[in-house]
């Protein structure tokens, strides 16, 4: 350093004192400069707002009057100086990044979604899946099948709670399978498009105004279309598992007599509200058949297969996806509307590419077809309960752990708050209900490692996910017996393994200069619980068993699937079990 010459020692040492003072600023600032480039996600950041930057200039002449600096090469401050961090929620909320001023930017790592997919099927005796995956512009970067075994459909109308075919080699994408409720999310896009974007009707025109048997005296009568849609109507479940018995299903299955009869006679009166419309949000099934009917009326269209088929299957060249299903007794006239498809891997792919693209498809001729308005995907990922209780993770009333993710948000108390006051090995005092955080209409709200994703599953397998401004995709697999595990939580460690090896990022959209963030594990800032932290693991796979039919822990399933029983010997087996509700 260099004194200015006539300087006593008195002042050299207050000279002296100031730069090591003002060096020390100049060292955090640096230091938080450094953490800022995103080495250190969850470090402690600096910034200073613009009212401060008056005194910086003021020190950085102070800094460069002291000799500070290299020689000739003056200290700028201004260039430690970062943006303000946004917050955990904003940057993890993606579905709001545009009305938020925020852009997001991805770097999908394919190789470790692929490796994850090959280890999925391995877990569950080469199980057979289909994995289509779209980057945020929903554009196609990956498309493979795996394994080769599956639970093929026998022919004819045969189906009931177990009545599929041995397990058999052959799956590839075009294999015919059951969607089951993944189809929820069509069905949702299939009324949105026939109905609401056509101006025939609206989401929440109660249904008394279009069924002329009902009046606003009646309770029923006060559905709406987005109760239906959302599992918020009040009425009871039916049976579909023991048709013989359901009044309902009897009906329907009944070749003399028609949809819309059936609906009112077994299901559209007061007697059958187990809660008022709107209050109690509770997984239902036999409601989204109102919406067929619904439609029919609206549209003037002679079948509800038909609409299917001019508004989605149609245009979008899913040539293999119908109601029109002889094994699940299900046909275009008298459809199970939430869970009565077929359809294959490859054909299902089209509906995600198509909502992951705000209604839009490509055509071959190079013209792009508005399916949807952008109003209508914003209300399928939209909340659909309204002040319903039960919203999310109660929504099966706390009887299906559907866990598919580490990112969760909350977790009860075994004891206090679930009643299980046995000393259960394996299971941690603490623990989540399921993944779900949240319902739109048709669709599921999940919290990936690093964003929201709107997402259904089904009971036979199928899973689609859309996480908004990052990916999206379908994995397809037809696996129902105990000779397979449980496909569902090896396709979530899948798309674990894909998060965590990617990197995602967020900038403001609005600004000179691009400042960006990487996202968080689930939000950061306790935004939402690290269940995996909580109990010290890296993936479902190391608290679920591999789950084959020669296995112990087979049999073990068997017997779970037949008596549902939450005082289990271990926690593995409490969230193995069976999804027998979807």
């Not at 969607?179 to 056509?198: Q, R, W």
């Not at 009333?397 to 394996?426: A, Q």
Request: with cysteine.
């Amino acid at each position: 350093m260099h004194y200015k010459s006539g300087e006593s020692s008195k002042e050299r040492s207050q000279t002296e004192a100031v730069r090591a003072a003002l060096k020390t600023f100049v060292d955090s600032l640096n230091e938080g400069s450094e953490m800022d480039k995103g080495d250190h996600p969850d470090s402690l950041r600096r910034s200073l707002s613009n009212q401060n930057q008056t005194v910086v200039g003021q020190i950085m002449d102070l800094l460069n009057s002291l000799g500070l600096g290299e020689e000739d090469t003056p200290i700028d401050l201004t260039s430690k100086i970062s943006e303000p961090e946004l917050s955990g929620t904003y940057k993890y909320e993606s579905l709001m990044w545009t009305e938020r001023n925020l852009k997001g930017r991805s770097t999908l790592d394919l190789e470790a979604f692929d490796k994850a997919l090959e280890f999925a099927s391995e877990y569950n005796c080469g199980l057979g899946f289909t994995a289509t995956l779209f980057d945020e512009n929903a554009q196609e970067i990956y498309h493979k099948d795996v394994g080769t075994y599956y639970n093929p459909m026998p022919d004819g109308n045969t189906w009931d709670s177990s009545g599929y075919g041995n397990k058999t080699e052959g799956w590839t994408g075009d294999t015919t399978m059951t969607p089951f409720s993944t189809i929820k999310g069509v069905a949702a896009s299939t009324y949105l498009a026939a109905v609401v974007d056509t101006g025939l009707g609206y989401l929440d025109e109660p249904i008394y105004l279009t069924l002329d048997y009902l009046s606003k005296n009646n309770s029923v009568g006060k559905i709406t279309p987005r109760m239906i849609l959302s599992h918020t109507t009040g009425l009871i479940n039916g049976d579909r598992s023991n048709p013989s018995t359901d009044p309902y299903y009897t009906c329907k299955y009944d070749e003399t007599t028609t949809l819309g009869e059936c609906l009112e006679k077994h299901m559209l009166f007061d007697g059958n509200l187990q809660n008022p419309p709107g209050s109690l949000q509770l997984y239902n099934n036999e409601p989204f058949d109102i919406l067929a009917e619904l439609a029919v009326k609206k549209t003037g269209i002679e079948s509800y297969g038909e609409i299917f088929r001019r508004f989605i299957t149609g245009p979008l060249g899913m040539d293999n996806t119908t109601y029109d299903c002889p094994f699940l007794r299900s046909t275009n006239e008298k459809p199970h509307v939430a869970w009565g498809s077929c359809t294959t891997g490859n054909d299902f792919a089209k509906w995600v590419q198509m909502i992951s693209s705000d209604g839009m498809v490509s055509a071959p001729d190079g013209n792009d077809k508005q399916i949807h308005t952008k109003y209508a995907i914003t209300q399928m990922f939209s909340h659909g309960g309204g002040n319903a209780v039960n919203d999310g993770d109660w929504i099966w009333n706390g009887t299906l752990p559907f866990i598919m993710t580490r990112c969760v948000g909350r977790l009860y108390d075994v004891s206090s708050e679930l009643g299980i006051h046995d000393n259960i090995p394996g299971i941690p005092q603490t623990i989540p209900l399921n993944s779900l955080v949240g319902y739109g209409l048709g669709t599921m709200f999940m919290l990936g490692n690093h964003g929201h994703m709107f997402v259904h599953g089904g009971s036979t397998g199928g899973f689609w996910f859309v996480s908004p401004g990052r990916y999206s995709g379908y994995v397809a697999w037809m696996g129902t017996s105990t000779e397979f595990g449980n496909g569902y939580p090896s396709v979530g460690d899948a798309l674990m393994s894909f998060e965590e090896s990617s990197k995602f990022q967020v900038s403001k959209s609005n600004v000179l200069e691009e400042t960006w963030e990487d996202i968080e594990m689930c939000g950061g800032h306790n935004v939402y619980v690290d269940f995996f932290e909580k109990i010290g693991v890296t993936s479902l796979t190391e608290i679920i068993p591999p789950l084959c039919y020669s296995t112990t822990d087979g049999n073990l399933r068997r017997m779970t699937e037949e008596v549902i029983d939450p005082r289990i010997d271990s926690y593995r087996k409490l969230i193995a079990r069976r999804n027998l509700f979807l």
